[in-house]
């Protein structure tokens, strides 16, 4: 009964979610093409707009209440100017049932995201209550291990390597390349694993 309940919660905030974002379709299809590398030069093409936008920001080197207005400002224009413009440069009409579908898909994995995110703040939570010590523990360590990391690089130079990382995610997940290393890293763990309990024996 839980997992039917679900299920059907899943399938009615899809449905909601997609009713939402339905103006900014064809972008998003559009994006996911990119970013799962439909062509093997999207990875360059991704890498050098974000390089060019951090060099701009370096070059400019705006103060933050700046950099904060001005990118709230471009969400608002795009917010206004997207759903717009995008029937008339893609063509809405044009929609065929596949790129539904993938639309459908794309929308069901945000809901999923967005569900997993509130189950670990959940768990998080549920560990505060239960187990205060290690909770602290943990969140300290968490916070001192960032703070350090953040006075060893320069926070443009981090920000760009993280929206890098994750523009590149779903093309490195498509391509099955994180599945290949993991379970390298998965194999040389057991080997190290098996090594020290023969040394043990």
């Keep these: 009964v839980e997992l039917y309940l679900n299920k ?13 974002l339905q103006g900014w379709g064809e972008v998003i299809l559009a994006g996911d093409r990119v970013v799962r590398w439909e062509k093997p030069w999207f990875p ?7 390089t060019l936008l951090f060099l701009l920001i370096y070059y400019l080197d705006p103060s933050v209440l700046t950099g904060l207005s001005c990118s709230v400002m471009l969400l608002c224009l795009a917010d206004y100017l997207v759903p717009t413009l995008a029937p008339r440069v893609f063509g809405s009409n044009k929609w065929t049932t ?11 994995n945000l809901v999923k995201t967005q569900r997993r995110v509130v189950g670990w703040w959940k768990r998080l939570c549920a560990l505060k209550e239960e187990k205060p010590k290690m909770y602290f523990a943990s969140v300290i360590s968490s916070l ?14 981090l920000t760009y390597l993280i929206v890098n990382f994750l523009l590149l995610l779903p093309g490195l997940n498509q391509h099955g390349v994180i ?7 998965k194999r ?9 309990e023969k040394k043990n024996e």
């Design 8 to 20: 059907t919660c899943n399938a009615q905030e899809t449905a909601q979610l997609e009713e939402q």
């Design 44 to 50: 360059a093409a991704l890498m050098g707009a974000t």
């Design 98 to 108: 596949e790129q539904q579908q993938r639309f459908h898909e794309i929308c069901g």
């Design 144 to 157: 001192l291990a960032v703070a350090w990391i953040g006075q060893q690089v320069h926070n443009l130079f």
């Design 179 to 185: 599945s290949k290393y993991a379970s390298m890293a």
């Design 188 to 196: 040389e763990i057991n080997k190290l694993l098996k090594q020290k």
